[in-house]
Each structure stands twice: as structure tokens, then as C-alpha cells.
């Protein structure tokens, strides 16, 4: 008999954890390995080391009045003007090591969409007047960068897997889309049908979003699996990453950029060719990325079922 998951609540109690770093991703992790544990289904821990910013203070204050901000940048510092004012949908390595204010101008919210090796403060859109009129800047941020030793879970075939399928567990925000999503459509697809464990790994990665790795600071978890697995990736038919599904139909890409922007392991380019992108409406993700604003509302159960049953469909034709 079929088991049905309960998609929407599982994402609920996800995000509960969010933001999904540090305590929160441990807290998210352990409940994937519960969840595990009630279905009986075998798994395996990859601990590895990595480094994450903590913020600790965010201020920006304009001609005297406090700007609702936060941090999004990985060291300490001052912002002293707005010589950079900056959307934060331009990629981060154009602005790397710039200090500056910046906005997601899709998103009504606080998008910490980017983040940069400079002192560097996101704000929403509808303070943007208040800045530009503002004779003097006071910005400060804050930030302790934190050792911890984080956790890939595997599930499944860890020997010789005909493919292999990625989602990330921890979030910037409340990251019901981006991607509890994913999550979800992984441990769903275990317990509706538990037979494509027998001859494919699950793999549901932590630190996928912010390392000190530079440029390429996102994906640190998928690189430290790669470090260890190459090997079995290189033998594997094909690797399936789903992130960021459920909020509009389910699409499957393959082009190089989205490839680097949601898988960006070390050897990307020699192994391309197996390498799918299993994602949602991305266009209507920006509105509320990396913000609060990614909640359960942006969750169709629907378009969550049409993810499952395309990776379905990816895993049998693999």
C-alpha cells in the first residue's frame, strides 16, 4: 500500500528550525534523521568541518533615523556612505569585496540574496527614498565567523548508484521554498515508493548556502561530499538536484549557469552531461528570496506532487 506524505505539514515543522544555520541547521537535520528513524530506512552521517558568518549586530541609520536592515556580508565593518547601492540580484562577484547597501528590487522584504567578503548591509526596496536623500550614512555590521562540524545524510545505495539525488537542508530566512521544498519531495519520494533505494543514494546536504569558500561561497556541503565520493559520482548515471520546487510547475534544466548556481561542485564541468537541475518558478522565487517572506504561502501541494513524480521519472529513466 502506498504511503502518502503529509507535504505541508513536514514544511510547516521544517521551517520551524529557520533560519536553518548553526542551531538550526543541527535542529533541521535532526528532525530529517527522525523522520528517517519512524520509516526505518537505513542511513549514513558524512560529518565535515566548515565555517559560517554569524552576525551579530546590523545598523544602518540615515540623517539620524534607524533603517531596518540586516547583515549580509562575512566580515566586520563599517558602511560609511552609499556609493554602493546595489541590487543584490547583480552576482555577488561583481561587488565581492565591495562594502555596500543593498536591495532586492523584486522583493517588497529584506532579501539577503547575496553576501560579500565587505562589510555589507541588505535593506528593503521601500527605504531605498530614505537612503538617497540622506546627507549622512552610519552603517555597521557585526560578525563572528563560527567553526562547526556539519552533516550530509545518505540514504540509500552508497556503493554503486545508478543516480544519485541532492537536496539542501539548511536556509537564509525561512526557506520554505528554497528549500524545504526539496526536502520534502526526497523523503516523500522514500516513503511513497522505498524501492528506489535499493539501486539509488539520497543525499540531503547541510551548508549548502553560505562557507568561507571565495568566491564561490554556497554549495560548501555538496563540495564536501564530492571530496569524499568522486569516485561514485563519476560512475553514477546521473545526479538529480531538486531545490526550490512547489512554488509553480516543476521544470528540469541542464544549462552551465544554473549548474553553478545550484550545484557548483569542483568538477561541474567534466561531469555536466549527467548533471540535472530539478527546480520550480524561479521568477517568482526572487520576490521573496532568502527573505521571511518564503513561507508555507508560497507552497502549492500541487506542484510539489508534479516535482515528485518528475523525479520519479528521472530516476527511472536513469
Not at 14 to 34: C, T, V, W
Not at 105 to 134: E, H, M, Q, T, W
Request: proline share 3%.
Amino acid at each position: 500500500m502506498r504511503r502518502e506524505f503529509a507535504y505541508l505539514l513536514f514544511i510547516k515543522n521544517l521551517i520551524s528550525f529557520s533560519p536553518r544555520q548553526l542551531e538550526g541547521e543541527q535542529k533541521a537535520g535532526n528532525f530529517i534523521i527522525s523522520f528517517l528513524e519512524k520509516f526505518k530506512f537505513q542511513y549514513k552521517l558524512q560529518y565535515f568541518w566548515t565555517e559560517v558568518p554569524k552576525v551579530e549586530k546590523e545598523i544602518l541609520i540615515a540623517d539620524g533615523k534607524k533603517i531596518a536592515c540586516k547583515g549580509t556580508s562575512f566580515v566586520s565593518g563599517k558602511v560609511r556612505d552609499k556609493n554602493y547601492l546595489i541590487s543584490s540580484l547583480i552576482p555577488s562577484r561583481f561587488f565581492l569585496d565591495k562594502s555596500n547597501i543593498n536591495f532586492n528590487p523584486k522583493s517588497p522584504g529584506i532579501s539577503l540574496s547575496n553576501f560579500y567578503f565587505a562589510p555589507a548591509i541588505a535593506v528593503c526596496r521601500g527605504d531605498l527614498n530614505l537612503i538617497l536623500k540622506a546627507e549622512k550614512i552610519e552603517g555597521e555590521v557585526r560578525v563572528k565567523p563560527v567553526r562547526y562540524k556539519a552533516r550530509n545524510i545518505l540514504v540509500g545505495n552508497l556503493r554503486n548508484p545508478k543516480v544519485i539525488c541532492f537536496a539542501h537542508y539548511d536556509s537564509i530566512g525561512k526557506g520554505a521554498v528554497d528549500n524545504a521544498s526539496g526536502v520534502a519531495v526526497l523523503l516523500s519520494t522514500l516513503i511513497s515508493h522505498p524501492f528506489v533505494l535499493k539501486e539509488n543514494l539520497f543525499v540531503f546536504s547541510a551548508n549548502e548556502e553560505l562557507s568561507y569558500d571565495k568566491p564561490t561561497y554556497w554549495g560548501h556541503g555538496f563540495r564536501a561530499f564530492e571530496e569524499e565520493f568522486l569516485k561514485t559520482m563519476k560512475k553514477t548515471k546521473k545526479i538529480v538536484v531538486v531545490d526550490c520546487v512547489g512554488n509553480g510547475k516543476a521544470k528540469i534544466l541542464k544549462d552551465e549557469e544554473m549548474i553553478y548556481l545550484a550545484f557548483p561542485i569542483k568538477n561541474a564541468k567534466k561531469l555536466k552531461n549527467k548533471i540535472s537541475i530539478l527546480t520550480g518558478d524561479l521568477e517568482k522565487l526572487m520576490s521573496v528570496y532568502h527573505s521571511d517572506l518564503d513561507n508555507l504561502k508560497q507552497i502549492s501541494e500541487k506542484y510539489l506532487r508534479e516535482a515528485e513524480r518528475k523525479l520519479l521519472m528521472l530516476i527511472k529513466l536513469g
